[in-house]
């Protein structure tokens, strides 16, 4: 699986309205767009120094289904709103191994 993240830090005064709107707008969009396997969500609650406002996990079967999402026009009226809203945006794409594969791959001392 590919996993796509996503980290949005909002301009200066963004309405609380904005911001609920946009969250809804990204909550809907496993709703049109077929090509999302899983997706989560949410807004930042720790608020430290490096923390970004918003973020969101998705993952897709392979790089042509991440490719078809970013493309899809639903998924572009979404990438309007956050464009407008957020003075900077990261994203990082990997394919992740799960923890079941890690610790069959690496032999951990025991705790105790």
């Not at 909550?27 to 406002?53: A, F, K």
């Not at 956050?82 to 994203?91: A, D, G, N, P």
């Not at 990082?92 to 105790?112: E, M, N, Q």
């Amino acid at each position: 699986m590919l996993t796509h993240v996503v980290s949005m830090k909002f301009k200066a005064g963004v309405a609380e309205a904005d911001i609920d709107d946009l969250e809804k707008s990204l909550d809907e969009l496993p709703n049109s767009i077929v090509e999302i396997q899983m997706y989560e969500l949410g807004r930042d609650v720790l608020h430290t120094e490096r923390s970004y406002d918003f973020a969101l996990v998705a993952l897709f079967a392979n790089e042509e289904a991440l490719q078809r999402y970013s493309k899809h026009p639903e998924h572009q009226k979404v990438l309007g709103k956050i464009k407008r809203l957020c003075e900077s945006v990261i994203t990082v794409d990997f394919f992740g191994t799960d923890a079941h594969d890690f610790r069959d791959k690496v032999r951990l001392a025991p705790l105790l």
